[in-house]
């Protein structure tokens, strides 16, 4: 089982907290598809993908990137049982969506960059190593059911 100190707990619970999901989900979801472009295909039902612009104005692209959060916020909620709270999602994911299990850390890289461009000055290095320690649980946990 994963050990949160005090600090680490704090400062996920804070920074989720303080996240619009409406507002960076998509941000994070529209960076990930943007800078890493295969990760388009698995979204060919979300209409225009063609450029950044088309991208980040894609209201499909909002609104998933939404559902990701709420997916994270699950997490947050259950920080000491964060594998067992992935367990379905991970078979959906594996399973039925066939998601290549790299591009879970692409999104996670990118809600990173997000949450540093928020929090400007107050993303220290304890805060993203506290941020990235927690997306890095997340991203294990989505994959356990990969074989
Ligand atoms: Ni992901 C659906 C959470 C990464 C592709 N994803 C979901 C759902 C949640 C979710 C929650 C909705 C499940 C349901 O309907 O029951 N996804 C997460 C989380 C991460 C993640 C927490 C990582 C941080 N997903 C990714 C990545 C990709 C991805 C990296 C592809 C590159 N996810 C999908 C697709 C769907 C999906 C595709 C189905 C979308 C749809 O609506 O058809």
Known sequence: MVEWTEF?????????????????????????????????????????????????SNPMVAAHGKVVLQGLDRAVKNMDNIKATYAELSVLHSEKLHVDPDNFKLLADCLTIVVAAQLGAAFTADVQAAIQKFLAVAVSSLCRQYH
């Open 8 to 56: 680490e707990r704090n400062t996920i619970q804070s920074v989720f907290s303080s996240l619009d999901y409406d507002v960076a989900g998509g941000k994070a979801l529209a960076r990930c598809l943007v800078v890493y472009p295969w990760t388009q295909r698995y979204f060919g039902s979300f209409g225009n993908l063609y450029n950044a612009a088309a991208i980040k």
